[in-house]
T-cell receptor, first 116, second 114 residues
């Protein structure tokens, strides 16, 4: 079974530029998550999708961050405009079922973003 | 609000030593789930274990064991006879019964020296 795929693996941009990250979850997984992991910290949940609907986006900075999951499969996370403090690793994860009983999440390799 | 504390920022041990990573959590929920993840230098988080709040049985998987104590809100992780490949950052995490509010602790960096 293929794992969670993410691209690009690395991205360097200047502040105020825009950037987008892509995630392809494990086939058949209904729930998809985006996390932000700042260096030296644990991951922080940004947004959670169930199929193509948003379940939880309470920690997403909506003035600059947006995410979508068209057709309930792939997802894109966008930052526009980026700030220096957005430098982090952006992790995508997926889980098999709707998130009752806290199904196990499987993580992708992450996209490392550096904002200069 | 849910919170996870991992008081040990970094631990260094010599190969074959046993090591315990501490995790203390806070939640008002009666039903919740606890997790441990390993993050090796490659960066990908690897799932190790999930435990629900009604199952306080300790679990052993090879060299890994977990001690869940609801009375002290702790879910500690022990590696027996550590190996260099165990070197990684280990995260404890807490999730509510509805699959939301997934909170990670700050992580403990374990270095196993040869």
């Amino acid at each position: 079974e293929a794992g969670v795929a993410q691209s690009p693996r690395y991205k360097i941009i200047e502040k105020r530029q825009s950037v987008a990250f892509w995630c392809n979850p494990i086939s058949g997984h209904a729930t998809l998550y985006w996390y932000q992991q700042i260096l030296g910290q644990g991951p922080k949940l940004l947004i959670q999708f169930q199929n193509n609907g948003v379940v939880d986006d309470s920690q997403l900075p909506k003035d600059r961050f947006s995410a979508e999951r068209l057709k309930g499969v792939d997802s894109t996370l966008k930052i526009q405009p980026a700030k220096l403090e957005d430098s982090a690793v952006y992790l995508c994860a997926s889980s098999r079922l709707i998130p009752i009983r806290a199904e196990t999440q499987y993580f992708g390799p992450g996209t490392r973003l550096l904002v200069l | 609000a849910q919170k996870v504390t991992q008081a040990q920022t970094e631990i260094s041990v010599v190969e074959k030593e046993d090591v315990t990573l501490d995790c203390v959590y806070e939640t008002r929920d009666t039903t919740y789930y606890l997790f441990w993840y390993k993050q090796p230098p490659s960066g990908e988080l690897v799932f190790l274990i999930r435990r629900n709040s009604f199952d306080e049985q300790n679990e052993i998987s090879g060299r890994y064991s977990w001690n869940f104590q609801k009375s002290t809100s702790s879910f500690n992780f022990t590696i027996t006879a550590s190996q260099v490949v165990d070197s990684a950052v280990y995260f404890c995490a807490l999730r509510d019964n509805y699959g939301q509010n997934f909170v990670f602790g700050p992580g403990t960096r374990l270095s196993v020296l040869p």
